[in-house]
């Protein structure tokens, strides 16, 4: 069973950054797509940045230009540097995985929290 476990959430003013973490159990090259997704409160769940394993990289257009998703081969990990922070950004941070073959398979993280506030 795949694991994606998140870290890096955290209250923050506005203006602000933070950087979330996301440590998958397998290779993040066995995923056809790797991602953040977020929900905030009485909200559905959005995308925020997800990357293709063909090289796509695809932003949600309320974080384009301040958020960059990024990550390490090596370390099995997605990242998610969130920059000039905005209390609208507050939410809980999903890592998501997806695989096509043999059939969609989709997995997620439990998440983690980031509030913006002064």
């Known amino acids: 069973q795949v694991e994606l476990v998140e870290s890096g959430g955290g209250l923050v003013q506005p203006g602000g950054s933070l950087r979330l973490s996301c440590a998958a159990s397998e290779s993040i090259f066995s995923f056809n797509v790797m991602g953040w997704y977020r929900q905030a409160p009485g909200k559905e769940r959005e995308l925020v940045a997800a990357?293709?394993?063909?090289?796509?990289?695809n932003y949600g257009d309320s974080v384009k230009g301040r958020f960059t998703i990024s990550s390490s081969v090596a370390e099995n990990t997605v990242y998610l540097q969130m920059n000039s922070l905005k209390p609208e950004d507050t939410a809980v941070y999903y890592c998501?995985?997806?695989?096509?073959?043999?059939?969609?398979?989709?997995?997620w993280g439990q998440g983690t929290l980031v509030t913006v506030a002064s």
């Open positions: 990357f293709t394993n063909d090289g796509t990289t």
């Open positions: 998501n995985s997806k695989r096509y073959r043999p059939r969609l398979t989709e997995y």
